[in-house]
Nanobody, 123 residues
Framework: QLQASGGGLVQAGDSLRLSCAPS????????MGWFRQAPGKERDFVAA????????FYADSVKGRSTISRDNAKITVDLQMNSLKAGDTAVYYC??????????????????WGQGTQVTVSS
């Protein structure tokens, strides 16, 4: 029900814009987040946004380099990532939950997940 796209192979210092397209307008009222998972590691929080875009949250590792935004008319949630580093290499997942009942940094707080998009940053 969530389709993530925009990943690719880039060089350190480049930018990428990831996009998450939910399957229907119901998601326009959902709390949305981006997570990433590198090989052999746990799924880590990257960024999140409230249903109306009024509040955004970032992991320290991407703060200042990334911007999460949403367009409820198009029902998309984007993650703009700049100054990419080798440490950003991972599969990126978008996630959604109707009502956030836990810590937005915890993957278990989300109910819907996309299939993931690979981001590879070469140094």
């Amino acid at each position: 029900q969530l389709q993530a796209s925009g990943g690719g192979l880039v060089q350190a210092g480049d930018s990428l814009r990831l996009s998450c397209a939910p399957s229907d307008r119901t998601f326009s009222s959902y709390f949305m987040g981006w997570f990433r998972q590198a090989p052999g590691k746990e799924r880590d929080f990257v960024a999140a946004i409230t249903w109306n875009g009024g509040r955004t949250f970032y992991a320290d590792s991407v703060k200042g380099r990334s911007t999460i935004s949403r367009d409820n008319a198009k029902i998309t949630v984007d993650l703009q990532m700049n100054s990419l580093k080798a440490g950003d290499t991972a599969v990126y997942y978008c996630a959604a939950v109707a009502i956030l009942g836990g810590d937005f940094r915890n993957p278990d707080s989300y109910y819907y997940w996309g299939q993931g998009t690979q981001v590879t940053v070469s140094s």
